[in-house]
Structure formats: C-alpha cells, structure tokens
C-alpha cells in the first residue's frame, strides 16, 4: 500500500503582497565587486539591468550562497572564500524573508572569509547551518533545482539536461511533493523487479537443465540402487558373520565346561581312593617306628659296650708299653753308666774351650765420628727434600687451579659458541638457509682478507635489556642482521664473488659516511616526557658494525621513551624529535616535500625473535684469549713441577745413599754385638749341662725305681682284663636282642613297601587326573576368553536388536553357506559397472540441489508477484497525478508559444516499467516548414533555447509552490524580437495572483 499523499499546503499571498518566504531585503559587504549593497525587491517582477562587469550575477550568487547553497552550483569558484572582494578579508550576506505573516521578518546572515571560514546568524543569533537549512526547506526554496534558481553560468546547463534529468526537476519544483519520492520508490522497485525476473528467468532454466540431467540418469541410479542394496545386504551378512563365530566357540566352551565336571569328579574319586590306603601305611609306620626306637636303643648300647671295653683294652695294651719301656729303661741304664763319665768330661773340655774364646775375642769401637757426620747429611737432604716437596704441592695446587679455571673457560666458550649457533639457526628459521655455510666460509678464509671482516651482523651485536632489543629489531631491516660487513674494498668484492651463491648481502665501511654522528645529550624537555635514552646508546657492537647501523638507519635520531612518553607524544615533535620508541608503541614523524606540515605514524612494537639469541663477540674473543694465557700458564707451570720432581729425586737418592752407609755400619755393630752375646750364651748352656750331669742320682736307686714302677703297671693290667670279660658277656647279650628287634622291623618294612607300592601307583592315577582337570581348567579359561573376544568383536561390528536379530533369521545358519553367500552377493554387485562411480552421489546432489531452487524459484515468483503489485499500487497514485501535471504544463507551455507565433509542446516520455526511463519531452519548432523536434544543443540555436527554456519556466510559474524563482541572463542570445515576446509573457505570468516573484 502506497503512503497517503501528503498535499503541500499553497502559498498565498498578504495584504501587503508578499508571500511567506519571499526577499524582502538583501545586505552585501564586501562581497565580490560590491562594497556595500542594500536592495530591498518588489513582490512581484523584479528586474536588475546593467552592463557587463556591474553586479548583476554578484547578486544572484549572494541569494544562492546566503541561502544554504554551496559555491559548487553557481558554476564559478569551487571555495566561499573566493567571493570575498578581492583586498579584503572578510564580507557578509545578510537577506531577509517575509514570514508567515507580515509582521514577522526572518533575518539570514552568512558571514565569510578568505579562509573559506562561514558563519551564520539567525535572527542576530549564531547557530549551526543545519537550523538554517530547516529554515530554507520550510518555504520550499531550493536553490539547487535549476528550474527554480538559474544562474548565468549554469543556464547551458539547463539546456543539457536529459528528460530524465528534467523529469526529477520539475518534480522537485512542482506538484505534489510525494511525487519525487514515488518516482524514486518506482525505480528502485523497478530495479528490483528487474532483478527478481532475471534471477526467476535464470532459475528456471536452471531448474529445467538439472531435471533433465537427473531423468538421463534414473536408470543408472537404479542399477546403482541395487549394487548398493547387494552390498549392504553383503555388509548384514558380514555383521552376522562374527555373531555365528560367536556362537560356535559358545558351543566349544560350554563342551569344554563339560570335560572340566567330568574331570573334577575323577579327581575327587582319586583323591577318596589315596585317603583310603594311606591310613594302614601310617599305623605300619608307627609300629615299625616303634621297633626302629627299639633297635636304636640296643644299637646304642652295643655302641656303648664296644666304646667301653676298646678304652679298656686300650688303657691295658698302654700300660703294656710302660712296663716294656721301665725294663728297657733298667737295661739303657746299666749300658750308659759308662757313657756319662764320658759326658761330664766332654762337658768341662767344651766349657774351658767357649770361655777361652770370649776371652779372646777382640773388642769393637762403633766410628761415632762418620755417624754423626752421616747424620747430619741426611737431615739437610731431608730439609732440601721437604722444602721441594712444599714447592711442588704448592705447583700442583697451583697447576690444578689453573685446569679447573682452564675447563671452565672452555665449558663458558663452548656455550658461547652454541649461543652463535642459536643465533645462526634463528637467521636460518627466518629464511636465510644457507647462513651456516657463509659463516664458516668467512672463518676458513680469514687470514685472507686485509682487514677485520664483520657479520653476520646479528652475531656482533648485543642487547642485553629485551625492551631494547625489541626495539632495535623494529628499526633495522631484517637484511642487515644477516649481511657482512667489511673494511677494505677489495675484501667487499673478494666476499661478494664468494658469497653470491649463500644470497647474504655485503656492505662495506670506509670509514667516512658523510656525517658525524649526534652527540648524546638529554635536555630537560625530553626528560619531562619520559626520554631517558636513544637508540644507538643501548646495544655494543665492533666500532664498524655500530657505525654503519648508526650511519644508514639512523639509531642516533630514534629516542627511547617511557609509558609516560606514550602520554605526551605530542610534545615529542615540538623537541624536534622524529621518531620515538615506548613500549607500546613506535612514533614517527614525517615533514612534507610540498609544505611544512608533518604526518605522524603509530605503529605497535613487536617482539624480538633474532636479537635475543645474540651474544657479545668481543666477549667471545675476550675468552679465548683468557683460554690461551691460561694454557701458556698450565705448561708452564708443568715445566716447573718437571723440574721440581727431578730435583726431589735426586735429593731422595743421595739421602738413600748416606742411609745405606750408615745402616751397613750400624750392622757390623749389631753383628759383633750378636757374636758375643751367642759365646756368653754357649758358656752358660755348657755351664747348666755341667751342673744338671753332677746332680743325677746313681744306678742303683733309679733300678728300684723302675722295679716298682713296673709292679703297679701289671696290677692294673690285670683289672682291665677282669672288666674286659664283663663287657663281653653283656655285649653278647646285646646284640641277641638287637637281632631280634631289627628282625621284626624287616618284616615291617617288606610290608610298607607292599602297600607303598600300591598307593604310588593309585598317586599316579591321581596325578593324571590332576593334571587332566587343570588342562581342562585351561581350556575352559582359553575358550571363554575366545568367547569374551569373539562376543567383542561380534558387538564392535554390530549390536543385536530386534530388527537385526530378524534379518540374521532369514540369512544362513552356518558360516560355509554364510561365506558363500557373502561371496554370491559380491560378485553379482561387481557385474555391475559403472563409468562414473560417483552417479547416485551426483544425482542425489542435484536432486537437493533441484529441490532448493525449486523452493528459491517458488519464493521468487512470489516476491516478483508481491513487488508487481507493489508498482501498480505506486503507479496508480503516482502516473496519474504526473500526467496531469504534464499536461498542465504542455497547455501553457502550448500557449505561451502560440503567442510568440511558433509552436511547442510538452509530452511525458513513458517506459512502461522502465521508471529510470521516464523522462519529459520538450519539443519546439521556430519556423513554419519545419517540424517539432526535441529541445538540443544540435536542432535549435542558442537564442532558441533560451526562449525554450524561460518559457518552459512560466509554465510551471502558477504550479510552482516556492516562494520566488531566479534567473540570471536568460535573454543571452536572444534577437530583440524574440526577447520582448519572452519579456511580455514573463511580466503576464508574474501578474497572476498567487504567484512567486521573479528576478
């Protein structure tokens, strides 16, 4: 449903003639070639004439530019500043409106500069342009529509519009005011019209093409269909195939629980039949036990009796030997009575000859002189030799300080030079594989180069705070961390012939860049903004590498800020610093070429992923020059301690030497002392024989001795032969009844035996069963383990419902004829070819895709219906109303023209539903013979048009609803003839009541 057309309430004039709206008073100061104007226009016609050059068109522009216009539509200066009088600075339009009644006066006043600065005033009163174009729009003044404001430089214009263009204007200037908003609703309904048919008319061939490709291809689906039923029939009967596996060892283990019961029960009856024949084997063994404690203890007295009479017989055959030995003794006795006068006479020869001996033996003196002197020899080779063995602890301690601080160095530069490699690994990571090759090419190659060659320029550089680094990565290109740098220009085209191939750049350093680097100085200011530091001051490098990094990039121009810089980075700039680093952010600032206005940059920091992983390489040549002192110093060392230890050794042996002199001299003492102390001993040895030889008693007695003696010796003879015949008699006594006894046991055991053989061999029944009821124990276990898995596999592949368990019903019960018939079922899919394997999934594809767009088609018909009703609605409120206006318009246009004596015409252009497309048509024809044809710049002349125009301009002068129309020089061009007829009917038309005033 259209809106319901608002009518725009007619604009009628007062008793004081005016309309609501129209000028009353226009005030100009210093405005293009006025210094001042006040003109104050009639309510009707009001005509400004002048020569060229006196104002005319100044007067036109301060209406348009007084009124909310911009520059851009009076046709001349695009900028408000232009139409200040040239010389001054600054100039005002100050227009005056009548109100709604004739007491109230609106006052618009719009002040300008050469700055191209407005400001307005309402009633004496600033406010914004907007409240001014309220205003303007309330009287429906619009000095952007050509029909109703017409400068001089813009009345071409008007002559090239397209009838499109002045459908929309005279839309805008007259008749209702719905009708623009209408129109422009109609084309874009149009437009979507259009859209909505062109997306229906494609859809629907789509939907017919893709229909008729899924007819060619039900058959093949079909055929497609029934493979696909085959193989899931095929994938059922392969879900079944494990449950039939499942039901088969189900079978196996419940046989296998039945063996295991079978064999339980011989076990116990095994078991009943063992208990049954051990008990007559134990009341055996108890007996026999019985008499084996007998025959033990009668074994023990023999054993007893037999120990007895062997230590009696014993005891007797010793005093046999005694009184043997007492008469050998008697009969020694009388044979050696000779012999010991002998013995006492050797005896006192042998005593005189030993005391002769120590009398003669010479005296010996020990030399105390060549002791003490060898003394005191080895106690100064002891001194010497302790003191070397001070020094060389002290050597060692030394020696093994340097070692320990030796590997240390070696252990801090092995890391040092893994902190190369992660350095060298990150270049690679970022893109430069082959920096590894480049940088030990560089190091097999040094004794070649003239000079000190730098790089990769990451390994040189060290940033020990991560801020810092952060920043100082933002700053330098990516491609100079992995570069060389050289100083000498023949080593630069030696590397970069070299080094071509590893795509690393080379940059050389003469010494002279150009300019002298900023000292480093802090002012106040940049400490009261946070500065503390500046990109250059915050990293070491070798003298060549800072320098070229500082030369080319600039590091002594980048400052170092705070979060408090972040704050006042305005103030930056006013310190004339350019760029800035904080830690959230990097700052800079760029002066223009043309001008000297600045444009600033904010762009946030980002980590550090190269930088971190570098390290000190002064520090590195530091520590192996520390390696090297410190070898120096450990072989030096070692050279000493070798010659501390010869010294030590020959100081060891000349002491060994004068110990050897001395202990051989101390021998021969202890070996003279040791001569006569053994002749002192040999005298009194001899002396004691002598003695003991005089005090033995005589012959006679010791015989009676011996008699007696020998007598008590056979007494007790005797008595062991009286125990030994006791001990015989009960001895045999004994062993009687120990044969009894052990008699009796034998036959005990000739019958434990007999039964012990007949209970192993019930054991070993036993011991079959045993082992038959644990194998079946095993196998139940194995096959209810195959069950478990069987079941597992079985349920993983497919779960038993209802619906399944009814289709396992109708397919075979065996797996042979199962197997089979998955088989039967496979091939006859496989008969089945097919050129595109992926049809049925095509065609299923294209059917939903069908379904959509038959769902979009069915939506779209139904938008297109909905909009056609849409623009008929639209139309019937809208092309009416349009034609009537047209037509009102054509009738005075007709007339006016008549009058003139030529002929015109205005017709509306219709396009059916092409709204974009309408348009009206003016057409004219200044001669008899001629015909009407359109108004253009290519049939009429410029005279011709001009009348054409203004008089299409009267026509719409009682349909306009505005307060006033303007039109500057509109008789350019014009002969004096068609310019009075233009003029009498311009004065008839501003005569009507109600009309707008004219200038």
Sequence with gaps: MAEPRAKRARIERGEDDYMPGNIIEIELQNFMTFN?????????????????????????CAIALGLGGEPQLLGRATSVGAYVKRGEESGHINISLRGDTKDEQINITRKIDTRNKSEWLFNGKAVPKKDILQVIQRFNIQVNNLTQFLPQDRVCEFAKLTPVQLLEETEKAVGDPQLPIQHRALIEKSRELKNIQLSVERNGETLNQWRALNAELEKDVERVRQREELLTKVESMKNKLPWLKYDMKKAEYMEAKEQEKDAKKKLDE?????????????????????????????????????????????????????????????????????????RIIKAKEGLAAAEAELENLPPYEPPKDELENLKAQILELEVSANNKRNQKSEKERLLGQKKMSLRNCLDRLKDMENTHNKCLQALVKSGTERIFEAYHWVQEHRNEFNKEVYGPVLLEVNVSDRVHANYLE???????????????????????????????????????????????????????IGIYSRLDQVFN???????????????????????????????????????????????????????????????????????????????????RSKKMELEESVCVIEESLGS?????????????????????IIKILQHEKKKRREIESLIDQRRRKLESLDKEDDLDTLMAKLLDQAAKYNIQRFHCAMEVKELLVEAVSFKQSFAEVHMASIEFDAKIRDLEVDLKQHEKFAMQASLHFEYCKKEVENFRQQLSAAKRQAESIATITPELEKEFLEMPTTIEELEAAIQ???????????????ILEEYEHRKNQIEDLAKKLEADNKELRRCLAEIDNLKENWLPTLRNLVARINETFSRNFQEMAVAGEVSLDEHDKDFDQFGILIKVKFRQAGQLQVLSAHHQSGGERSVSTILYLVSLQDLTN??????????????????????????????????????
């Design 36 to 60: 001042h104007l006040k003109c104050k226009p009639g309510s009707r016609l009001n005509l400004v004439i002048g020569p060229n050059g006196s104002g005319k068109s100044s007067l036109v």
């Design 270 to 342: 095994a078991a009943k039949t063992l208990n049954d024949l051990k008990e007559p084997i134990e009341k055996q063994k108890q007996e026999k036990a019985v008499l084996d404690a007998k025959c033990k203890k009668a074994g023990r007295l023999i054993n007893e009796n037999s120990k007895r009479l062997t230590e009696i017989m014993s005891n007797e055959s010793h005093l046999g030997v005694q009184v043997r030995g007492k008469y050998k003794e008697m009969e020694d006795m009388r044979r050696q009575e000779e012999s010991n006068r002998q």
């Design 474 to 528: 933002g700053h330098v290109p990516y491609y100079i961390w992995k570069s060389f740098i050289t100083q000498d220009p023949r080593d630069r085209d030696f590397l970069v012939k070299n080094l071509k191939s590893f795509d690393v750049p080379v940059l050389n350093y003469t010494g002279d860049e150009g300019r002298a680097p900023l000292p480093f100085q802090l002012t106040k200011e940049m400490h009261s």
């Design 541 to 623: 490098a070798p003298y060549a590498v800072k320098e070229v990094l500082t030369n080319q990039f600039g590091l002594d121009r980048s400052y170092i800020g705070s979060k408090e810089t972040d704050q006042k980075a305005d103030e930056a700039l006013q310190l004339d610093i350019l760029d800035c680093w904080t830690p959230e952010n990097h700052y800079r600032w760029s002066k223009s070429r043309y001008g000297n206005h600045f444009s600033a940059s904010v762009d946030a920091v980002g980590r550090s992923s190269l930088l971190l992983c570098s390290l000190d390489v002064g520090e590195i040549e530091v520590m």
């Design 644 to 664: 501390f230890k010869n010294d030590l050794r020959y100081l060891e042996e000349e002491a060994a030497k004068f110990h050897k002199q001395r202990e051989d």
């Design 824 to 838: 039967d079922n496979i091939s006859q899919a496989n008969s089945m070819l097919f050129l595109n394997n992926n």
């Design 962 to 999: 505005c307060p006033f129309r303007v039109v500057d020089e509109i008789n350019q061009g014009m002969d004096p003839i068609n310019e009075r007829k233009m003029f009498q009917q311009l004065v008839r038309a501003a005569s009507q009541l109600n009309t707008p005033h004219d200038c």
